[in-house]
């Protein structure tokens, strides 16, 4: 018994040592500590299933499958053990056997989020499935798409200015101009795509499945491993090793496209390479190029997004054309993945293959393509669950009978970019550095020399890895050792520069301001959870549960526009009430409301605060923090009660006899719907009461008033002008009707209208939006009128501080414009406590008694409507400081029943019991919180950006320009009343980056010697030109100023976490981080929003008349080392305009200015249903069944700068041949691809 005690704890103790590895990203170390502990107690299900999870990071599905099915055994009723599995099958395209997992984890688990999400996932793929093979035409009648096109006939327009093919052949000078173009992130016409494919289809037919390459003596060959998409290190390849040609010939062995988001741009250059001379590249097929999975993981979305629907098909037929294996002068065996499960293989076996199909799951065309090499001798199952494993012995025997000396293949990802295995006779080669921006390997490529074929190995890194990490570490010293002092002098000397370059300086300055972290390893662990700050979020999916339905995403997806708003205030001024009928309104509690102002309303304003409601919080979420319209702010804009009865009644399904006795007349038919009567009916009939009518009569018309008032204002419908007679009980008798708690039940219907709004499948909003868009106006400043001063913007209720003639810079401001300007919001663009600043002695007595109310946590209710009032999510907008909050209790959101006389208050028990304890839950703010902890916490559970950020140059040329701006920040730096350890560390920032810089462009570099003054003013007078022509609406016809790009399936927002174990500093107490707003020369305002007292947290904001710092550019990465960047810019303090041009590559010096007549000829758009399937894979493995020992363990992704840059390449010792036992074995952590 003591011995199994021991081993149990022994087997924890292993656990939780894999736990940490996992988190750490060290999958196969996991994995083997994992096993530790199944060898110690086998019969815990959490071990098999953590191990297969961490097999599921590595890809091997396989593997996954095995341990999934082994912690179901121990545990049948297991559901993280059919959950993993299901992802495994999933991922593998086998979405019948995914389907049934999840199905029995449904049922385990039926109010699991994650499950339900992955059921419906497999659901879709399955109808889909189905769908395509009751349409499917037998293979021998399919005509090939190829046949169809005649590429001839395709006109190529005047205004292209892309790389043009003069006649059939393909020029080196095209390739080279086409490469450009794609660097620069335009896309190829489709006349000169399609002759590029085609002509290889035709060169590759006529190819042998097995190709014997001859390489003449003295001549050199280089054979490269796995792309995946990533272009920028293709290109560096052949920066490093020349580009292809007949002298300098290369293999590409298979794995061309994927994962990366620029796999169209590597094909399209290996094709146009082999089109120029077809001897100068031989290209091979890898798994990837399939059907299957190019559906699953990318390449099929991004075809169709930037070509069409009939290259997918076209592409499908060339990669049915790709040899499946080369052998080089007879000695060297080439493939993609591996050998066979059957001995006696000879190469004319190979030759035989008809391979001008899809791959098929078993076979010698399966093996070549899916098998891996093992340690041990013999064969073994895969690990990837399709070919299999096989050991150095089966190599051996391979290459004897076959007369060979040297297999060398691809498929897996490796460290260094190779491995060495079996007595030196099998290498391994990758060329897909820091693989999906995460992996954090090296790249390699092999050179054979003729005649004896010793294999010169060359890894690098991925491009611009080093000057990443190197600014990093620059921005890190400056910011967190030299304080707020480095922190302005950066923003204010270097402002458009250093608007572009923001990838990294975002993932500091935005935490520190937010949340004023003074400590590096803060800010370190935030960073290394989303490097760039590129990831929209949620990171954790816990509390915003219903992402994938929410608006946010069709946004990413550019499916959505700005919603159509419905609110009928305009014709309220054309009714006339009597002093009696005004005398009843105020009795029945509406006497402000009537007041209420017909105010525009802008609807891309209330759109792009509708993409950043949350339905699952009942708030908005910003990038400062959860906001909210809450009691409080219903009250002193609308003058409503917000205590009281709740509002609720009897549901009506017709309008005659409601009508008939409240307001005397029955309605004709053409002006009823249902239980709705039109508000063009009320005011055509009751609009003008007779002043000598009878009291009867006065109280039918103000009744009708009171229901026109309502339905116009509070509970306007998506209906269009109609309004529900549900409301007309409650006014019959008006002192009653005084006594309900007609705000809360205002902020209910608003609350419901957003939420539902906030669905992606939804196209309008209605509700109280007068009140939604002057809440936006007194706590946001975006969007914001400049007002006319009067007398009457100082009455109350304070929605008439927006009544009147209204001026300001408003027209042409378009939901991009919001959206982009909420995305980049700062604290002070924020007015967490607006009213304090107005004249509170205006606010009526019985208003003010009540305001308590506005920070009960309680229910609202509003008829069948009842949603959640959660002030502990917004402490700050009374005062006090925010804290981590609650879970939210999730709540049904019931709907009216569709039965006339129906009262729901039998029906709202629960709903109604939380209103009348509403008392008795007033929340307070914690005096010693800590925002700094709930900004940590809010940023990981947040969306915290909506729109995607727009691509401008290439990543080198930005990164060069942000070190330049350091360098000559560093080189005039004033060190006086600095400590020597500050002083040094000025130093070793100007060595680093001038260091950086000589690397990186081949000299020194030399600071701009421009004063402070003349670059503002220069950038000034430049961008005042611009304006005149920055507010005009785009035409039809005219060219997308904004592009949205796809994420890769591997991880969603990767980026490269840099390294800063070279600097060593230590906090400096005394910097005072909270002043990170720039201070410059013309100070035109100073918004000073304060607390309750003086221990409140000050926030201070000044506005450049040049260059409004709020606004800061955003970066969004996609996929495939892509990264995009958005400069939203401010004019003069009052216009917005939006730099979305490219950058031109002469200005990569400190003053890099965008030019609006350079913009990009064309949109890259990537698809964004891209691989849909496999989002199981590794981005949406967060939820509860990915977590490890049932507790959520954080993922670190990585980004790599997707731009060439000379690169220093490490060559390998050449192993010999001739002597496999002087080779050392190489890298041992493997992934496989």
């Known amino acids: 018994m003591e011995t199994d005690n021991a081993n149990v704890k022994q087997a924890e103790d292993a656990k939780l040592l894999a736990n940490e590895a996992y988190k750490a990203h060290k999958f196969a170390q996991a994995i083997d500590l994992y ?136 020029t080196l000078d095209f390739v080279k101009k086409m490469m450009e173009d794609f660097k620069n992130q335009k896309n190829l016409h489709q006349r000169y795509a399609f002759q590029i494919v085609l002509q290889t289809k035709e060169m590759l037919q006529a190819m042998p499945s097995l190709v014997d390459i001859n390489i003449p003596e003295g001549k050199h060959f280089t054979v490269c491993g796995d792309v995946h998409g990533q272009f920028y290190d293709l290109l560096n390849i052949f920066e490093l090793n020349g580009l292809p040609s007949d002298e300098n010939p290369y293999l590409f062995n298979g794995d061309f496209v994927d994962r990366g988001s620029f796999s169209l741009e590597v094909i399209l250059t290996l094709f146009a390479f082999k089109c120029m001379s077809p001897s100068a590249i031989y290209l091979a097929r890898g798994n990837h190029e399939s059907k299957s999975m190019n559906r699953i993981y990318g390449f099929e979305g991004e075809v169709q997004s930037k070509l069409s629907e009939k290259f997918v098909e076209l592409f499908a037929e060339v990669f049915c054309c790709l040899p ?109 550095p820091n693989y999906c921006d995460q992996m954090g390997n090296k790249g390699a490529f092999i050179r054979f020399e003729s005649p004896d074929l010793k294999p010169n190995i060359v890894n690098f890194s991925a491009v611009g890895e080093n000057i990443s990490s190197i600014f990093f570490e620059i921005v890190c010293v400056l910011v967190l050792v030299l304080g707020s002092q480095a922190s302005n002098c950066l923003r204010s000397s ?89 005398e009843l309104v105020e009795k029945a509690g509406f006497g402000y409301l009537r007041w209420i102002p017909a105010i525009s309303l802008d609807n891309p304003l209330i759109s792009a605060l509708v993409e950043r409601w949350r339905r699952e919080t009942n708030t908005f979420h910003l990038n400062v923090g959860e906001m909210t319209v809450t009691l409080q702010d219903v009250t002193l804009l609308l003058g409503l009660a917000i205590d009281g009865e709740p509002v609720i009644g009897i549901t009506h399904t017709t309008c005659n006899s409601v009508c008939d006795r409240y307001l005397g007349k029955v309605p004709e038919s053409s002006y009823t719907s249902g239980g709705m009567v039109k508000l063009s009916w009320l005011k055509e009939f009751f609009s003008h009461c007779p002043k000598d ?76 939006l007068t ?118 209790q999730r709540w049904e959101r019931k709907s009216r029943g569709v039965d006339g006389g129906v009262d ?36 990981k559970i947040t969306r915290k950006f909506i729109g995607r950020p727009i691509s401008l140059s290439s990543e080198f040329q930005r990164t060069n320009a942000g070190l330049r701006d350091i360098a000559r920040i560093a080189d005039t730096f004033i060190t006086d009343g600095l400590n020597q350890q500050q ?85 400096a107490h005394s910097a005072d981080h909270s002043q990170l707003y720039p201070v410059g020369s013309e100070v035109t305002a100073l918004h000073m929003i304060s607390g309750d007292g003086e221990h409140e947290n000050m926030q201070l904001c000044s506005a450049d008349m040049g260059f409004d710092h709020s606004q800061l550019s955003h970066a969004a990465a996609v996929e495939g080392n892509s990264e995009l960047i958005c400069a939203v810019v401010k004019v003069d303090d009052t216009e917005l305009f939006e730099a979305t041009e490219e950058i031109d590559s002469q200005l990569c010096d400190a003053i890099n200015e965008v030019k609006d007549s350079q913009r990009s000829d064309s949109t890259k758009v990537v698809n964004p249903q891209i691989c849909n399937a496999t989002k199981v894979i590794d981005s949406q493995l967060h939820g509860a069944h990915n977590e490890v020992d049932d507790s959520e363990l954080p993922l670190a992704s990585s980004e790599s700068d997707p731009h060439p840059s000379k690169v220093e ?9 001739e002597t496999p036992q002087d080779i050392a074995q190489q890298s041992k952590c493997s992934v496989v691809v």
């Not at 293949?409 to 099998?426: A, F, P, Q, T, W």
């Not at 959206?819 to 007595?845: F, H, Q």
């Not at 839950?921 to 005096?927: A, F, K, L, R, T």
């Not at 490490?1210 to 010999?1216: G, K, L, T, W």
């Open 35 to 170: 096993t530790q502990a199944i060898e110690l107690n086998s019969q815990n299900a959490v071990y098999w299933a953590n191990r297969s999870i961490a097999h599921l990071k590595l890809e091997e599905y396989g593997s996954a499958i095995q341990d999934a099915s082994k912690a179901i055994e121990v545990d049948p009723k297991y559901s993280k053990g059919y959950y993993r599995r299901g992802a495994a099958y999933l991922a593998m395209g086998k979405f019948k056997e995914a389907l049934k997992d999840f199905q029995q984890v449904k049922r385990i688990c039926p109010n699991d989020p994650d499950a339900t999400k992955k059921l419906k996932e497999c659901e879709k793929a399955v109808m889909k499935l189905k769908f395509a093979e009751a349409i499917s035409v037998p293979e021998a009648e399919r005509r090939p798409v190829a046949d169809s096109i005649n590429y001839r006939s395709i006109d190529v327009e005047p205004q292209y200015g892309g790389a043009r093919i003069e006649g059939d052949v393909v």
């Open 324 to 432: 499946l294996a080369h052998v080089i002068n007879g000695k060297v065996f080439v493939v993609h993945g591996g050998l066979f499960s059957v001995d006696g293989v000879k190469l004319s076996d190979i030759r035989a293959i008809n391979r001008f199909c899809e791959p098929p799951e078993e076979g010698l065309m399966c093996e070549l393509l899916w098998s891996d090499p093992q340690p041990a001798p013999g064969r073994g199952p895969s690990k990837r669950g399709v070919g299999l494993s096989f050991g150095g012995d089966v190599t051996k025997r391979f290459l004897q009978e076959n007369n060979l000396d040297l297999v060398v293949r691809s498929h897996e990802v490796k460290d260094e970019g190779y491995e060495i295995e079996h007595d030196g006779k099998l290498i391994t080669v990758f060329s897909a």
């Open 494 to 582: 270097t402002q458009l520069s250093w608007r572009r370059f923001c990838l990294i300086r975002l993932s500091v300055l935005d935490i520190l301001e937010n949340a004023e972290i003074k400590t590096l390893n803060t800010v370190m662990e935030m960073i290394l959870e989303d490097p760039y700050g590129t990831n929209p979020g949620p990171i954790d999916g816990s509390v915003l549960y219903d992402q994938d339905k929410h608006v946010s995403s069709a946004v990413w997806d550019g499916q959505r526009g700005a919603l159509r708003c419905h609110e009928h205030t305009s014709k309220l001024d054309q009714w006339t009430l009597t002093e009696k009928q005004v």
């Open 693 to 768: 009518a009878p009291l009867e009569v006065i109280e039918c018309h103000t009744r009708a008033y009171l229901l026109y008032l309502v339905g116009s204002t509070i509970f306007s419908t998506t209906t269009g002008n109609k309004v529900p007679v549900m409301y007309l009980p409650l006014f019959e008798n008006f002192d009653d009707c005084g006594r309900y708690a007609w705000g809360a039940a205002a902020l209910a219907f608003l609350y419901r209208a957003l939420g539902n709004a906030s669905l992606r499948s939804q196209s309008t909003i209605s509700g109280c």
């Open 771 to 888: 009140l939604l868009q002057c809440w936006s106006y007194f706590h946001l400043n975006i969007g914001r009128p400049k007002l006319n001063t009067g007398s009457m913007h100082d009455r109350f209720p304070f929605v008439l501080s927006w009544k009147g003639k209204q001026s300001g810079p408003t027209t042409n401001r378009d939901v991009v414009f919001y959206r982009k300007a909420l995305d980049s919001l700062k604290p002070c663009d924020v007015e967490w406590l607006p009213y304090r600043n107005m004249d509170s002695t205006v606010i009526p007595d019985d208003i003010k008694s009540n305001l308590i109310i506005g920070r009960s946590k309680t229910m609202l209710i509003c008829f069948d409507k009842a949603e959640r009032h959660l002030p502990n999510r917004c402490l700050r907008q009374y005062g006090k400081f925010q804290s981590i909050p609650e879970d939210v």
């Open 904 to 939: 729901l208050s039998g029906k709202m028990e629960s709903e109604l019991n939380e209103w009348l304890e509403r008392r008795y839950h007033i929340v307070d703010g914690d005096d010693g919180a800590d925002e700094s902890d709930y900004m940590l916490w809010y940023l």
């Open 983 to 1067: 002083a040094d560390s000025i130093v070793e920032i100007r060595n680093i980056a001038h260091q950086c810089l000589r690397d990186q462009v081949g000299g020194p570099d030399i600071p701009s010697p421009t004063p402070q003054s003349e670059f503002g003013k220069r950038i000034r007078g430049k961008e005042r030109v611009r304006r005149k022509g920055m507010g005009k609406r785009l035409r039809k016809d005219d060219p997308a100023q904004y592009i949205t790009a796809s994420e890769d399936d591997q991880s969603q927002f990767c980026g490269a976490a840099g390294r800063v174990e070279q600097l060593h500093f230590q906090d």
């Open 1209 to 1217: 390449a490490e060559v390998v010792p050449e192993p010999s041949l």
